[in-house]
């Protein structure tokens, strides 16, 4: 063993970590789901029901972002990356107001307890 490079040994490091870490997170949710403190149907079902409009949204907000951002640099000849931080600013403030109507909307949708 006195032979190995330093990198493999990193690497090893590397490998042993991630795999310690993947193991604790397993073992903390088979312990979690085994002691019935969360049922899998509930946190599957809030995944799909909260995690399609978020996608949804993001991938409204970057083809919205793209078309304004253009607009804004033709129009007011700044930077992309200035237009590009004000446009995500914006959308960053309207947000939480459009979390809660969504979040009130999405409420019939979740099962009952």
Do not use: W
């Amino acid at each position: 063993m006195g032979s190995d490079s330093p990198e493999l040994r990193e690497v090893l490091q590397l490998i042993v970590s991630i795999a310690n870490a993947l193991a604790m997170v397993i073992c903390f949710a088979a312990a979690v789901f085994y002691a019935g403190a969360v049922t899998p149907a509930l946190i599957v079902h809030k995944t799909l029901v909260y995690g399609a409009p978020v996608a949804a949204l993001l991938f409204l907000f970057a083809a919205v972002e793209v078309c304004i951002v253009e607009s804004l640099v033709h129009a007011l000849h700044v930077d992309d990356r200035f237009a590009s931080a004000f446009l995500g600013a914006l959308f960053g403030l309207g947000f939480h107001p459009l979390r809660h109507r969504i979040g009130h909307s999405l409420r019939r949708f979740a099962p009952k307890e």
